[in-house]
């Protein structure tokens, strides 16, 4: 069986299910069927997961962006964890989302076919649940930017209400910990990858609108690390959120701050070429 959790309001969607659909009916054998699953508000993706799991699925399509994504792939990591299979269940992403920032870095990192990749345990304080992040968990501005960007907005939208929350102050302005190479068109903001077994904690605390030139020549690979970039590479990092954090671009505002670890190769996935 191949299971999907689709998010019904991306553009494309549709016609991603439509395609699994028929793709699936012109193969006669039962371990084509596709079951069709929906995200709602209340449940983003892992619920979802878990259920298609326990009734059998060994694919499991997520159509979605990097949120979504992120969800059922802290799904799959805890079905794995618990139930220890011989042949584990491996998640392939569809991207239909603003980024898609995984994805991009899942196809510049590996070949197609099966891969294990990195990801990042969330540990939220204080409540100590537990989430997974496949791209960044970030504190400071880059939490107000996403919350002024408008759902289902381009991935420079981001980039833009960012740019307009250049005077905010802040120590640090912004901090992220990830295990990407990079955003859309290589901009450079973690020193890491998805099979690299490590992290990545980048801080940005720019005093001087030279510091936002130099940061932005860094991040588009010209010239050295500047003064008001520090970047360190790491296993476990801990994050301050007295304001909140974004996991993979979800925003978490009932936390005072998070453990990231990494979980080297925890996910399986199928990269279709």
């Not at 740019?163 to 068109?185: D, M």
């Amino acid at each position: 069986m191949i299971g999907v959790v689709a998010h019904p309001a991306r553009r494309g969607t549709r016609q991603v299910v439509e395609r699994l659909r028929a793709a699936s009916s012109s193969v006669a054998t039962t371990s084509a069927e596709v079951v069709v699953t929906y995200t709602t508000p209340a449940h983003p993706g892992g619920e979802q997961a878990r259920r298609l799991l326990d009734a059998g699925a060994q694919r499991l399509v997520v159509v979605g962006g990097d949120g979504t994504v992120a969800q059922c792939a802290h799904a799959v990591i805890e079905w794995i964890d618990e139930r220890q299979p011989a042949v584990p269940p491996r998640l392939i992403p569809i991207p239909v989302g603003s980024a898609n920032l995984f994805w991009r870095n899942l196809v510049a990192t590996f070949p197609p076919g099966p891969a294990d990749v990195d990801v990042a345990r969330v540990t939220l304080h204080p409540s100590g649940s537990t989430t997974t992040s496949l791209v960044a968990v970030g504190v400071g501005n880059s939490v107000r930017a996403i919350q002024r960007t408008p759902a289902q907005k381009h991935w420079w939208s981001y980039i833009l209400a960012g740019v307009r929350l250049w005077s905010w102050t802040g120590n640090p302005w912004t901090e992220e910990v990830g295990n990407i190479a990079g955003v859309p068109h290589r901009v450079r903001i973690f020193d890491s990858r998805l099979d690299s077994g490590s992290l990545c904690h980048t801080v940005f605390s720019p005093t001087t609108l030279a510091d936002w030139a130099c940061a932005g020549a860094w991040a588009v690979g010209a010239g050295r690390e500047p003064a008001a970039i520090r970047a360190h590479v790491g296993e476990s990092f801990d994050l301050d959120a007295p304001h909140g954090l974004h996991v993979d671009g979800e925003v978490y505002t009932k936390v005072r701050g998070a453990r990231v670890q990494v979980r080297p190769r925890a996910l399986p996935v199928l990269i279709p070429a």
